[in-house]
């Protein structure tokens, strides 16, 4: 059977040209960047290459760019350095719809006494910009926003957030995992300090980030030990990855017209074609947002049963659902869009690539209404093809906190 | 993913008895819609023999609450309405080879949904919430929550909520998990109901002071502040124990309540039967 993989956002492929240019960094190109040896200048040559390359996807210069093993080291990277710099500071602004990487650290700043502000959204997944700009303070020592969501797709306004942080001297880092290789990004025309990226979503290996730091901005490393990286990550490179994400970069831009042309298109005709099924809807703002991703819930249904579903027929999705989360409560992002838990439980979030293909859409479009059909057909909530909700089991009988 | 076995995935492809029994004589519901599952058993039983003939289910839910729907009504068929009550939520799972302990409250959905469609059938009024709601978040109840830990031998809190849910949602009723867990565990009185058989071991005011004091900090603050709350003692004035509550769950009415009890609880299995707890108003 063949796998439709709609999971881009979860991780991507590795391009076999990526692959490619790694593996002479496996055998004859090993190096250590550092040593004053041709083994060391070969290796450094490519080091150099390849952050080129990174810094021309994101806009910024080549210096601006420090390697990490993964997103969630640049999310810690960035929200630590802001704080040990600015050890007066005790505040902390974020959203409600972060990725863990993020919603953790801030959890743990609350328990060692650090405020921190939250910020919601609207039921479009919209950032609530007026209380954004009401929870800055002078005592702010970081605002950490999220560039493009990744359960939702929906893009946050990052340049007017950038601009209301510089207007007041507030360090802004963005969380831009999902953004970077989705959308065109050029650092140089934005105000924004820090930005996450992952190697992983733009179909690099597993294992490789990067934290873009503004030329100027004041950071303390997040890794402490050998001068690498201009003394701002100790460790020796991790050069194949580092070589992997640069040719990934580069690929990344070239095709960025595609991934905003045709995957848009794939992505929109997959939509139109679920949102068919009745009793659908797409979770997040159709107007802002990346190119590759929708939400979907199907109601009356529950999302990991979908997902066995689709597995069962080659297709790979993720889910919003209590079920997949591993928690008993469906996704944090869809209950502060206030999704009614009716639809966050049968959410499906499908993520496209340039590695898709039509006919995979065709197919896809082809096994979702079977699936929802049969779900539906053993749901007490579902008769004759229409919700049944006649039923004493919609809501239950205590004052429970999830009905409310 | 999910460790699911071949006969919970079989079970969940291919459900057996899907629908409704074409003479309903009892049902059962379980669950709802914003819980995230949902179970509708319906049997059919010959009065004569008090044999059940047939059981459909209809169910909303993952794929092991499907699947445990499906096993349910399999191992029902053909069983008098006695034996099919002996059937416990660990031999649906152990019909199904096992199920991933995450996904034990499925199979607990499932007995219950089955002692409702009995209750249904015997004439009995539909089973009211009885006792204390602990868990306001999926309303499970205190005597849900001691049987489950009877009937599964549960150990610790996190089992409770893999089995029951509670505790799985905003977390404030964990120290009440604790509580009853150890009172299942210690078969210690519930709530209020005083201790006959052991007399409290006599102490000095000093002495007691200092246990309470003792209880608070070592057993009582850290539970409490697991979920960001905290608490201060602030006097103890003979059985009277005055404490400030604070912190995450200080502002919520119904945590309140449940904090205090949870205190008290823990002071009157600790230092003495007779203690009871005050909230200083400051
Ligand atoms: C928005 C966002 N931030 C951070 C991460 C973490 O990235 P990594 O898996 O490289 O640590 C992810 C990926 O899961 C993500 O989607």
Redesign the interface.
């Known amino acids: 059977m063949e796998t439709i993989y709609l999971d881009n956002n979860a991780t991507t492929k590795v391009d076999p040209e990526v692959l490619e240019a790694m593996l002479p960094f496996f055998k004859e190109e090993y190096g250590n960047p550092s040593s004053m040896h041709l083994k060391g200048g070969e290796v450094a040559a490519s080091l150099r290459q390849a952050r080129l390359s990174l810094a021309a996807l994101i806009g910024c210069e080549p210096h601006e760019i420090v390697y990490t093993s993964c997103g969630t080291e640049s999310d810690n990277a960035a929200i630590w350095s802001a704080l040990r710099t600015q050890p007066d500071k005790k505040h902390l602004v974020t959203s409600k719809v972060e990725h863990s990487a993020i919603i953790n650290n801030a959890a743990f700043l ?2 060692l006494g650090y405020r921190v502000t939250e910020v919601g959204v609207d039921r479009l997944g919209r950032l609530d910009m007026e209380e954004l700009t009401r929870s800055l303070t002078p005592d702010t020592a970081l605002v950490t926003i999220l560039w493009a969501n990744n359960e939702t797709g929906v893009l946050f306004p990052v340049e007017e957030i950038g601009a209301l942080c510089r207007e007041r001297g507030i360090t802004f880092h963005t969380d831009a995992v999902q953004a970077v290789g989705k959308i065109p990004i050029d650092l140089k025309n934005l105000k924004i300090d820090m930005l996450a990226l992952s190697g992983h979503k733009l179909h690099a290996p597993k294992g490789i980030g990067a934290l873009y730091v503004r030329h100027g901005l004041k950071f303390a490393p997040f890794m402490i030990g050998g001068h690498q990286e201009n003394g701002r990550r100790g460790g020796t490179e991790n050069v194949p990855y580092i070589v992997g994400l640069g040719k990934a970069a580069e690929l990344a831009l070239a095709r960025l017209p595609e991934e905003n042309g045709r995957v848009r298109a794939m992505r929109d005709r997959l939509e139109e074609g679920l949102l068919r099924i009745p009793s659908t809807m797409v979770n997040g703002d159709r107007e802002f947002r990346l190119p590759n991703t929708t939400n979907i819930s199907f109601e ?6 979908i997902l ?2 689709l597995s ?1 027929a080659g297709i790979c999705a993720s889910s919003g ?4 989360s ?5 996704s944090h992002v869809l209950r502060a869009m206030g999704v009614p ?2 639809a966050a ?1 049968g959410s499906i979030r499908l993520s496209l690539a340039i590695t898709n293909t039509e006919a995979e859409i065709d197919k896809a479009l082809g096994i979702f209404p079977g699936v929802i059909k049969k779900l539906r ?5 579902w008769k004759d093809g229409a919700p049944a909700l006649d ?13 409310n | 993913m999910w460790e699911y076995t071949d006969r919970v995935m079989d079970h969940f492809e291919n459900p057996r008895n899907v629908g409704v029994v074409s003479r309903i004589d009892g049902e059962g519901q379980v669950g709802s819609l914003s819980c995230g599952d949902a179970l509708r058993l319906t049997i059919q039983v010959d009065k004569d023999r008090d044999v059940i003939e047939d059981a459909k289910f209809q169910t909303f839910g993952c794929a092991s609450a499907i699947a445990s729907s499906s096993a349910l009504t399999e191992m029902i068929k053909g069983k008098t309405v006695d034996q099919a009550l002996n059937i416990t939520n660990q031999d649906i799972a152990d019909f199904l080879g096992g199920l991933p302990r995450e996904k034990m409250h499925c199979s607990v959905m499932g007995q219950e949904a089955l002692e409702a469609a009995v209750a249904n059938y015997r004439g009995l009024p539909p089973r009211a919430v009885q006792g204390d709601v602990v868990c306001h978040c999926f309303g499970v109840t205190e005597q849900e929550i001691e049987k489950v830990i009877r009937a599964n031998r549960l150990t610790s809190v996190e089992e409770i909520t893999q089995f029951t849910k509670a505790g799985g949602g905003c977390g404030k009723c964990l120290p009440e998990l604790e509580a009853i867990l150890d009172r299942v565990l210690h078969k210690k009185p519930s709530n209020g109901s005083g201790n006959a058989e052991k007399a409290p071991p006599k102490m000095t005011a000093l002495k007691r002071i200092k246990l309470i004091e003792e209880v608070i900090s070592d057993e009582i603050a850290p539970a409490l502040m697991r979920d960001g709350g905290d608490i201060e003692l602030v006097d103890v004035d003979g059985n009277e124990v005055v404490v400030a509550l604070k912190g995450a769950c200080s502002s919520c009415p119904a945590s309140k309540r449940t904090l205090a009890d949870f205190v008290t609880d823990r002071l009157r299995a600790l230092v003495d039967p007779n203690i009871v707890v005050r909230e200083s108003r400051s």
């Open positions: 609350r328990r009356y249904v529950e999302g990991e049963s066995f579903h069962h659902s209590a079920c997949t591993g928690s008993l409560e469906p838990f009716t439980h057909d053993l749901s007490p909530f039923n004493a089991l919609l809501t239950c009988d205590t004052s429970c906190q999830v009905c």
